[in-house]
């Protein structure tokens, strides 16, 4: 059930308060027409009696009071401390509180209202009473207020004329104090700051001097963060760690995560507007130990993989949305580079992305260097993939075989170990020590094979060379093309040109071979190109005519020389000689020495043949060759 209650209230003695200066004492009531004089210390307390009622009718039991006392009839401001009063007698609702105290600002002369709570025997809880009741000054107090300096004691003799502006005298003394001079005992007087004083212990806009290090300094003393602004907006953060603090300058979005030490921002950052369809912060982040951003914004050092020591040291100097994720890895500056390498390092461009330790891409757009020691100089869309491989420049070049290198150019390859291509386009050196230095889709595919350029070349033998022009093969080993336009080297050391084709590759060319083997005794002996088993063979189709010269000296230092002149063919895989070959001597110490030419129809080959008179002789021929295929 909901009680109404009710009280009627009054305030029994309002003490004077003090209004004016030099009143430090309260005087009881002259006789009447007389004026109040102080005689001792009022006190701030005063008694509140009223009429508490419940439901309409006086209550009589014990109850707790709590007062409060507000500046307006309702809302406003509180004044002084709640006051509580516990277990007060109520009979006939009637009560009494004899020593309400709001301290001694409660009064200064403004109304004042009283709000009383109340909570009796039986209640669960306070019930605030309506309305606040208000606080009507008694004489005594109407008469403080307006007492004249007649009435009160003490009054300063610069007052006594009752006007507040000091004519009566002047102050006694003002004392210059620490950090001040000037000052006096009379008249105007004025105060100024002592510079000599204040300069020993605050820093000057102008400089200092006289400072020691060590003992003079800027900054905290606790474990706090320490800010500097600039238009009210942080422009540089100190953050406190016991192994090394942290530097972080910039906009204010700039971060380095929990627990990392020793990390760097020197500045940049954004607080929005991180690309074209993102209007978010756009922060530099230092996310491992000791890392570094040195500027721009969206950069990041460190791996941000939630361990803050696994990829410590990184790097990354400026520009916009660049990683260093690598321990020790650097990003120079940039657009989107990433050093995600151990050691690895990217100077600049867009989009590169050094991933092998210790690789390194110096510039450029959408190069990779993958694998460790790999290295980029520049150009676009190029890849060293390979162990310690290089790509210089150009575009669209790999360098995928260990200690491979394509030096520029457009899309050319160096595919096996110790590859080379300078340059040029579409070229290939796909075997361990291939090169081919320029021209456009040659292929070094042999051993240590080399083109030097032209086009459409092919140097497939192990050391085959060729050395430019156009549509050339040299596909045996040591075989040799120095240029020219569709010759086919197929022999062992076989030298080949052409100035052109009539249908095919190698079917209007000239050749060159050198045979040699050595013979003991008087028997015939077949000259080798390889020195051991390999003839000048003759292929379906194809005439040679030859002009061959030898060449012999025993161990015995005898000599003799032979020119041997002749056609030989291959008739639907029949090789024979046309006519009789004309062989020469060109000299002889022994007349018995001598050299022929044979065609072998098994072997559909050329042999030429030597032989002594018991000695043991190194022979050597050169063959020259004019092919015609049809």
């Known amino acids: 059930m909901r009680h109404r209650w009710a009280i009627l209230g009054c305030v029994v003695v309002v003490l004077a308060l003090a209004v004016a200066v030099g009143l430090t004492q309260a005087q009881g009531l002259a006789s009447p027409g007389?004026?109040?004089?102080?005689?001792?210390?009022?006190?701030?307390?005063?008694?509140?009696?009223?009429?508490?009622?419940?439901?309409?009718?006086?209550?009589?039991?014990?109850?707790?009071?709590?007062?409060?006392?507000?500046?307006?009839?309702?809302?406003?401001?509180?004044?002084?401390?709640?006051?509580?009063?516990?277990?007060?007698?109520?009979?006939?609702?009637?009560?009494?509180?004899?020593?309400?105290?709001f301290g001694a600002g409660a009064f200064q002369g403004d109304a004042r209202w009283l709000e009383v709570a109340v909570r009796c025997t039986g209640d669960a809880d306070y019930t605030t009473l309506s309305p606040r009741q208000a606080l009507t000054p008694v004489p005594y107090a109407l008469y403080t207020v307006a007492a004249?300096?007649?009435?009160?004691?003490?009054?300063?003799?610069?007052?006594?004329?009752?006007?507040?502006?000091?004519?009566?005298?002047?102050?006694?003394?003002?004392?210059?104090?620490?950090g001040l001079s000037g000052g006096g005992t009379s008249g105007n007087v004025t105060l100024t700051l002592d510079t000599g004083f204040t300069d020993a212990r605050y820093w000057r806009l102008l400089g200092n001097s006289g400072?020691?290090?060590?003992?003079?300094?800027?900054?905290?003393?606790?474990?706090?963060?320490?800010?500097?602004?600039?238009?009210?907006a942080r422009a540089l953060r100190l953050e406190p760690n016991p192994t090394s603090p942290n530097i972080l300058g910039g906009q204010g979005v700039n971060s380095v995560s929990a627990g990392v030490h020793g990390a760097t921002i020197g500045g940049g950052g954004s607080a929005s507007g991180c690309g074209l369809m993102s209007t978010g912060a756009c922060p530099n982040r230092v996310t491992d130990d000791y890392g570094t951003v040195g500027g721009g914004r969206d950069n990041q050092a460190g791996d941000n993989a939630g361990t803050t020591s696994d990829k410590s040291y990184a790097t990354v100097g400026g520009g916009w949305g660049n990683r260093a994720s690598g321990s020790a890895a650097t990003v120079g500056g940039g657009l989107g580079n990433t050093a995600s390498g151990r050691n690895a390092a990217v100077a600049g461009g867009d989009g590169n992305v050094a991933a092998g330790d210790y690789?390194?891409?110096?510039?450029?757009?959408?190069?990779?260097?993958?694998?460790?020691?790999?290295?980029?100089?520049?150009?676009?869309?190029?890849?060293?993939?390979?162990?310690?491989?290089?790509?210089?420049?150009?575009?669209?070049?790999t360098a995928s075989g260990p200690v491979s290198a394509v030096g520029g150019g457009w899309e050319n390859t160096a595919s096996d170990d110790e590859a080379t291509v300078a340059g040029g386009r579409s070229n290939t050196a796909s075997a361990r020590y291939a090169t081919v230095s320029g021209g456009a889709e040659n292929t070094a595919s042999g051993h240590s094979s080399a083109v030097g350029g032209g086009h459409t070349n092919q140097a497939a033998g192990f050391y085959a060379t060729v050395g430019g022009g156009i549509d050339n093969r040299?596909?045996?080993?040591?075989?040799?093309?120095?240029?020219?336009?569709?010759?086919?080297?197929?022999?062992?050391?076989?030298?080949?040109?052409?100035?052109?084709?009539?249908?095919?590759?190698?079917?209007?060319?000239?050749?060159?071979?050198?045979?040699?083997?050595?013979?003991?005794?008087?028997?015939?002996?077949?000259?080798?190109?390889?020195?051991?088993?390999?003839?000048?063979?003759?292929?379906?189709?194809?005439?040679?005519?030859?002009?061959?010269?030898?060449?012999?000296?025993?161990?015995?230092?005898?000599?003799?020389?032979?020119?041997?002149?002749?056609?030989?063919?291959n008739v639907a895989g029949t090789t024979a000689l046309v006519g009789t070959p004309v062989v020469t001597p060109l000299g002889e110490d022994d007349a018995a020495w001598d050299a022929r030419v044979t065609a072998d129809t098994r072997e559909d080959a050329l042999r030429v043949q030597v032989r002594g008179n018991g000695e043991t002789i190194r022979w050597v021929a050169t063959v020259q060759t004019s092919e015609v295929a049809w």
């Open 474 to 569: 040299a596909t045996a080993n040591g075989a040799t093309i120095p240029g020219g336009s569709g010759a086919l080297a197929d022999h062992v050391g076989q030298w080949a040109y052409a100035s052109g084709t009539f249908a095919a590759v190698g079917d209007a060319q000239a050749g060159l071979f050198v045979l040699r083997n050595t013979s003991v005794g008087n028997a015939w002996t077949d000259l080798y190109l390889d020195g051991s088993s390999a003839w000048i063979t003759v292929a379906s189709g194809r005439t040679i005519s030859f002009q061959i010269m030898v060449a012999g000296r025993s161990n015995g230092g005898e000599s003799a020389g032979y020119r041997i002149q002749g056609v030989v063919e």
């Open 359 to 397: 690789s390194t891409i110096c510039g450029g757009q959408d190069n990779a260097a993958s694998e460790s020691r790999a290295a980029v100089g520049g150009g676009q869309n190029n890849t060293a993939s390979g162990t310690v491989s290089t790509v210089a420049g150009g575009q669209g070049n």
């Open 34 to 101: 007389g004026r109040v004089s102080v005689q001792a210390p009022a006190g701030t307390a005063f008694t509140y009696q009223g009429q508490l009622r419940k439901d309409g009718s006086p209550y009589s039991g014990t109850c707790d009071f709590r007062f409060g006392l507000y500046d307006a009839a309702t809302g406003g401001a509180q004044v002084g401390t709640t006051q509580a009063r516990s277990a007060v007698a109520v009979t006939s609702g009637l009560f009494l509180i004899p020593d309400l105290d």
């Open 148 to 178: 004249p300096w007649s009435g009160l004691q003490g009054v300063p003799a610069g007052f006594a004329d009752g006007v507040d502006n000091d004519s009566g005298g002047d102050i006694t003394a003002v004392t210059a104090g620490s």
């Open 211 to 232: 400072t020691i290090s060590g003992t003079h300094f800027l900054g905290t003393t606790d474990n706090q963060p320490l800010d500097f602004r600039v238009q009210n």
